[in-house]
C-alpha cells in the first residue's frame, strides 16, 4: 500500500490533483480488531478498532513519541483539533499524504495540508495511540480548564515520586501523549510533525523522544531483542496472544473507573539514561549476576534457556542465591510483586552525547497497564530501593498517560467519549 | 550473513566459545572495490578496497556519526588503538560480533569484548568510515602532539567562518570522525559505541549525531529521497557511476596534497537546524520560489520532470526570473559555483524538542570532495549570504575530516599511511 504519489501527476506546477476523498474511509475501517494484526515493513495497521492500535500491535522498530501541552483554554478548539488529529491519524496510517500540498480549497498561496516529507513512502506499519496526561483534568495551577476534572480516573493519580528519581520538569509530563511507531522513522517523524502542525496555536511540543530499536515484543511472532546493556530485554513481557492476561492486567474492566477508559489502558513513560561506559567497563559475571540472566541466551541463572522459569530458591555451593537477592530478574519479576504484570513497549535512544566524553544513550521504557498504581508503581519502588542495576541508571523523565478504548468507526474522534 | 550466535552455545555460564581466529580475515577481503556494492538490508559491503566504504556506497538508510578527541599524547597508545579499531571496524562490518562476551583469554571476570546488543542482527551494510580533524595535527592549544602537524594538507585548513554561522563549539570539530551507515540504527549505533569502549582512555566521545532517514542517492540504483521540508534532496548529487566526475570532484587525484590522502576524500559535515513549524506556515508557492523546484515531482521551476535541466534565463510574464536569483537551486548549482561539485549524504535527524514548543529537527548535512575549500566553501558562501532559505535554517555544528583512502588488505590498519 503506497503512499498515493502527487509527483507525476502535479508536475511543475504541483497543484491541482483531487483529493481521495469519500473513498479513504473504506480504506480504514475493514478490520475492528487490529490485535493480531502483523504488518510487514511496508504494510498499513488498521486505525479503527475495539482498542487502539500501537498497543499489542507486534512492536514495530522505530518510535516517535511526543508529549504536548495545550495552550488554548477553549474546550471547542481542542475538541475540535483531536477531530482533526483523527481524520489526519486515519489518513497516515493507512499511508496517505493530504497529497494535494496547499491545493485542497484550491491555492497554492495557502500552506500545504502534508509536509511531504513522506511522500511516496508506504504506511511502513505506522500506529499513532493517543493518551490524555494528569495535567489535561487539573493543570500545574489547579485549573480545570475543560471541565473534566471529575472523570479524571483514579488510576491517573499522578505517580509517587520514587527513590534515586532524577527527573527534568522540562522533559516530563504532558497534557496529551502521543505514540507513533513504524518500521520507517521517516514515517513516524513525519506523523508526529504533522499533528503538531495541525494543532499549531492549541498545542506545542512538549517534549519528544525518537527511539532507534524495539526492546520488548508484544506478540509471540517476535524474538526478544537486546537493550544496550546487550541483554534480551522483556522475555516474560505480557503477549498478544494471551487474551485471558490482556484482560486481567492490560484493558481497563468495566467497573475500574470512569466509562470512557473502559476498553483502554494506561501507558507510563520513562526515560532511562544508562550508563553504558560504566557498564562496558564492567565484568561478564558481574553484568550476569546483577541482571540475573546469562548475556548470550538470556537464560536466568538457574537455567539453560531464554523461556526457563527462574529458580530463585537455588543456592550455589557457598549457600548464597543463584539469582541474586537484588538482581533485576528477582526484584522485577511477577512472583515477587503480587502477580503485577505490564505489557512493555520501551525502546533503545541516542540523543548525542553529554558533554563529558560519554553517549547520552538509554531505554525510553514504555509500559501500558490496567492500573499503574497496582502495577508500575509498587514493581518501581522495589527497583529503586533494592535494584543492583541503578549504578548504571539513572530516570531522568517520567510521563503517564490514560490511553482510552479505540475507535470503533470512521465517524468517531479521539476523545469523543471523554468530552462527550 | 548472520552474526554468530553465541547464544545457544553459552547457556547459563556464557562462556568457553571458541573465537572464529583465523578464518575471519577470509570473510572480509575478498572485494578490493566496494564502490558499486549494492548491499540488501541485511547483507554485508566489504570492509577492504581501494576506496573506503561509505562514501559512494549506495547511501544506506541510517546514520551514527561521531567526533572523537584524542585524550592520550602517546602516539603510540593512538597507532595501538586505530589497529584494534581496524580490526573490530572488519569484523563489525562483516556482521561478525567478538561474541565471546569476556572469553577471550578464558575469564569470564574480564568486561565482554562486545557490548552485545546486535548480537543475532545481520550485517546490515554497516559501513565504517574514518576522518582525521584539523587538531589532531595541530591542537587547539598550537601543540603538535603526535608529530603528524607537516603532514597535515592544506585541504585540511579550517573552514572559514560564513555569514549566519551559529556554530556550537561543543558539537563541532573533533580530532577523528567516524562516520557509520546502516540498515539498521541499532548496527550503527553498537558500532560506535564498541569503538568507543575499545578507545577508552585514549579516545572520548566529543559529540555523535543519530541521522534517521538519508537524504541523498549515491548511486543511480536509488531514487531521490525528501528532506524535512518535504523537498527531494540532492537531485544532482554525484553517483557511484560516474567514475570521472568522482576522480574530477571527489577523490583525492596524486599531486593534490601528502600522499597519505590520495585516493582518499575530505568530509565536511554541518548540523543544519529547521525552523520547520515556520516553514509549515509557508504557502506552497513561497517554499517553491524558495527552493526553485516544485514539491510534488521535484522538478526545477522550468521544467516538468525531477532531473529536467534548469533554465536560469528563463523569465515569467512580469519579466523576473522564474527560477529566483535567490533560490536555493540557482545559487547551490554547479553552473554557478565555477562546475563545483559534491558528494553529499546527508541525514534527517530529530534530537527531541527545543524547550520552546518545537522539534529539534533538520539535516546533518555531509559532504565528500576532494578539496573543501574549492567546493564546499564558495558554495556555502554564496549560500550564506543569499539563500532565501537561510530563514529557515540554522548551522549550529560543523566538522572537516581528511578520509584516507581504503585499506586494500587484512594487513592494512587505519592511520598507518599518516604515521609511517
Given at each position: 500500500?503506497?503512499?498515493?504519489?502527487?509527483?507525476?501527476?502535479?508536475?511543475?506546477?504541483?497543484?491541482?490533483v483531487?483529493?481521495?476523498?469519500?473513498g479513504?474511509?473504506?480504506?480504514t475501517?475493514?478490520?475492528?480488531?487490529?490485535?493480531?494484526?502483523?504488518?510487514?515493513?511496508?504494510?498499513?495497521?488498521?486505525?479503527?478498532?475495539?482498542?487502539?492500535?500501537?498497543?499489542?500491535?507486534?512492536?514495530?522498530?522505530?518510535l516517535?513519541?511526543?508529549a504536548?501541552?495545550?495552550?488554548?483554554d477553549?474546550?471547542?478548539?481542542?475538541?475540535?483539533?483531536?477531530?482533526?488529529?483523527?481524520?489526519?491519524?486515519a489518513?497516515?496510517?493507512?499511508?496517505?499524504?493530504?497529497g494535494?500540498f496547499?491545493?485542497?480549497?484550491?491555492s497554492?498561496?495557502a500552506?500545504p495540508d502534508d509536509?511531504?516529507e513522506?511522500?511516496?513512502l508506504?504506511?511502513?506499519?505506522?500506529?499513532?495511540?493517543?493518551?490524555?496526561?494528569?495535567?489535561?483534568?487539573?493543570?500545574?495551577?489547579?485549573?480545570?480548564?475543560?471541565?473534566?476534572a471529575?472523570?479524571?480516573?483514579?488510576?491517573?493519580?499522578?505517580?509517587?515520586?520514587?527513590?534515586?528519581?532524577?527527573?527534568?520538569?522540562?522533559?516530563?509530563?504532558?497534557?496529551?501523549?502521543?505514540?507513533?511507531c513504524?518500521?520507517?522513522?521517516?514515517v513516524?517523524?513525519?506523523?508526529?510533525?504533522?499533528?503538531?502542525?495541525?494543532?499549531m496555536?492549541k498545542?506545542?511540543?512538549?517534549?519528544s523522544?525518537?527511539?532507534?530499536g524495539?526492546?520488548?515484543?508484544?506478540s509471540?511472532?517476535?524474538?526478544?531483542?537486546?537493550?544496550?546493556?546487550?541483554?534480551?530485554d522483556g522475555?516474560?513481557?505480557?503477549?498478544?496472544?494471551?487474551?485471558?492476561?490482556?484482560?486481567?492486567?492490560?484493558?481497563?474492566?468495566p467497573?475500574?473507573?470512569?466509562?470512557?477508559?473502559?476498553?483502554?489502558?494506561?501507558?507510563?513513560?520513562?526515560?532511562?539514561r544508562?550508563?553504558?561506559?560504566?557498564?562496558?567497563?564492567?565484568?561478564?559475571?558481574e553484568?550476569?549476576?546483577?541482571?540475573?540472566?546469562?548475556?548470550?541466551?538470556?537464560?536466568?541463572?538457574?537455567?539453560?534457556?531464554?523461556?526457563?522459569?527462574?529458580?530463585?530458591a537455588?543456592?550455589?555451593?557457598?549457600?548464597?542465591?543463584v539469582?541474586a537477592?537484588?538482581s533485576?530478574?528477582?526484584?522485577?519479576?511477577p512472583?515477587?510483586?503480587?502477580g503485577?504484570?505490564?505489557?512493555?513497549?520501551g525502546?533503545n535512544?541516542?540523543?548525542?552525547s553529554?558533554?563529558?566524553?560519554?553517549l547520552?544513550?538509554?531505554?525510553?521504557?514504555?509500559?501500558?497497564?490496567?492500573?499503574p498504581?497496582?502495577q508500575?508503581?509498587?514493581?518501581q519502588?522495589?527497583?529503586?530501593?533494592?535494584?543492583a542495576?541503578?549504578e548504571?541508571?539513572?530516570?531522568?523523565?517520567?510521563?503517564l498517560?490514560?490511553?482510552?478504548?479505540?475507535?470503533?468507526?470512521a465517524?468517531?474522534?479521539?476523545g469523543?467519549?471523554?468530552?462527550a
Amino acid at each position: 500500500m503506497q503512499r498515493r504519489k502527487v509527483l507525476g501527476l502535479a508536475g511543475a506546477g504541483a497543484a491541482g490533483v483531487a483529493a481521495a476523498g469519500a473513498g479513504a474511509l473504506a480504506l480504514t475501517r475493514h478490520d475492528p480488531e487490529p490485535v493480531a494484526t502483523s504488518a510487514d515493513a511496508g504494510g498499513a495497521i488498521p486505525f479503527y478498532g475495539r482498542r487502539q492500535a500501537g498497543i499489542v500491535t507486534p512492536a514495530q522498530d522505530r518510535l516517535h513519541f511526543c508529549a504536548f501541552d495545550v495552550i488554548t483554554d477553549d474546550r471547542a478548539a481542542l475538541v475540535e483539533m483531536l477531530q482533526d488529529w483523527t481524520a489526519a491519524a486515519a489518513r497516515m496510517t493507512a499511508g496517505r499524504d493530504a497529497g494535494t500540498f496547499g491545493a485542497v480549497g484550491g491555492s497554492p498561496e495557502a500552506p500545504p495540508d502534508d509536509t511531504g516529507e513522506a511522500l511516496g513512502l508506504p504506511a511502513s506499519g505506522l500506529t499513532l495511540t493517543i493518551g490524555f496526561g494528569p495535567t489535561l483534568f487539573r493543570d500545574a495551577r489547579g485549573r480545570d480548564r475543560f471541565g473534566i476534572a471529575a472523570r479524571r480516573p483514579a488510576a491517573l493519580a499522578d505517580l509517587p515520586k520514587f527513590p534515586r528519581d532524577a527527573l527534568e520538569p522540562a522533559i516530563s509530563g504532558g497534557d496529551i501523549g502521543v505514540q507513533a511507531c513504524a518500521h520507517d522513522p521517516q514515517v513516524a517523524v513525519h506523523a508526529i510533525r504533522n499533528l503538531a502542525r495541525i494543532g499549531m496555536g492549541k498545542v506545542s511540543v512538549r517534549w519528544s523522544q525518537l527511539g532507534f530499536g524495539r526492546t520488548s515484543s508484544t506478540s509471540r511472532s517476535q524474538a526478544t531483542p537486546r537493550n544496550l546493556f546487550g541483554f534480551k530485554d522483556g522475555t516474560r513481557n505480557l503477549k498478544a496472544e494471551d487474551a485471558a492476561l490482556l484482560d486481567e492486567h492490560l484493558w481497563v474492566q468495566p467497573g475500574d473507573g470512569p466509562d470512557w477508559m473502559t476498553g483502554g489502558s494506561y501507558l507510563v513513560t520513562r526515560k532511562i539514561r544508562m550508563l553504558i561506559e560504566t557498564w562496558d567497563r564492567s565484568p561478564l559475571s558481574e553484568q550476569q549476576t546483577i541482571i540475573g540472566r546469562d548475556k548470550g541466551e538470556g537464560a536466568p541463572l538457574t537455567g539453560a534457556r531464554e523461556h526457563d522459569e527462574p529458580d530463585f530458591a537455588a543456592q550455589d555451593g557457598a549457600g548464597l542465591p543463584v539469582i541474586a537477592a537484588d538482581s533485576h530478574l528477582r526484584l522485577a519479576h511477577p512472583d515477587q510483586n503480587g502477580g503485577a504484570r505490564m505489557l512493555r513497549r520501551g525502546y533503545n535512544f541516542v540523543d548525542g552525547s553529554d558533554g563529558l566524553g560519554r553517549l547520552n544513550a538509554g531505554l525510553f521504557f514504555m509500559s501500558y497497564q490496567r492500573d499503574p498504581h497496582k502495577q508500575f508503581v509498587p514493581v518501581q519502588s522495589r527497583l529503586a530501593k533494592q535494584d543492583a542495576l541503578n549504578e548504571y541508571i539513572r530516570h531522568v523523565s517520567s510521563g503517564l498517560f490514560a490511553c482510552p478504548p479505540g475507535l470503533p468507526a470512521a465517524d468517531d474522534h479521539w476523545g469523543r467519549a471523554l468530552f462527550a
